[in-house]
């Protein structure tokens, strides 16, 4: 059963007398391009729109950046209603949903003409792990070609770059 545990990505859980801390920012930032997550925002039409995602930075507890394409519906999505969500499912019975708000921060980017990025604001993350179900095994990918693998590194440092010139005018 799914509910709200924190408005942070620093959870702490409780289960059975032991307490365990995970950052959800800290998963992020030290698996880059690893934790593969599925984003759902708002269709024009009221719908849900779901996507997979996996190029994120968390420069403190309550910001996520991550790259996307820009003529993505997601992105299309974003401008008109900022409502996200980033269910997250990876190794050692990982499985939360972060809500949020989205903003671009910049279109394009300049080491990609096709992608954004994206700052998300947490909301709140809630905690969707199964009774009956550990997960021992997260989402495994490899880059197709050597020019993906070319482009995840470059956005992924473009987008790092962005989220800490922002924090440092704050």
């Known amino acids: 059963m799914a509910k709200i545990i924190s408005e942070s990505l620093i959870l702490k859980l409780s289960h059975k007398g032991e307490e365990k801390l995970i950052d959800l920012g800290r998963l992020f930032n030290e698996n880059p391009n690893k934790v593969v997550s599925v984003i759902g925002s708002i ?3 009221g719908s849900p729109n779901t996507a997979p995602i996996s190029l994120f930075y968390s420069p ?3 910001t996520i950046y991550t790259g996307m394409v820009t003529d993505s519906a997601t992105i299309q999505n974003i401008k008109a209603d ?3 969500i980033i269910e997250t499912i990876y190794t050692g019975d990982i499985s939360f949903g ?3 708000k989205a903003t671009i921060v910049k279109e394009p980017l ?3 003409s096709k992608t954004a990025a994206v700052r998300i604001e947490v909301n ?3 905690r969707d792990t199964s009774p009956a179900q550990i997960i021992t095994d997260g989402i495994k990918t490899t880059p197709r070609t050597e020019r993906a693998a070319e482009y995840e590194k470059a956005v992924l440092k473009e987008i790092t ?4 010139s922002e924090k440092q005018e704050e």
Not at 161 to 164: H, K, Q, T, V
């Open 43 to 45: 269709n024009p039409d």
């Open 60 to 62: 403190d507890k309550k």
């Open 82 to 84: 900022p409502r996200i």
């Open 98 to 100: 972060i809500s949020g």
């Open 110 to 112: 300049e080491s990609n």
């Open 124 to 126: 709140s993350v809630k």
């Open 161 to 164: 770059e962005i989220a800490n």
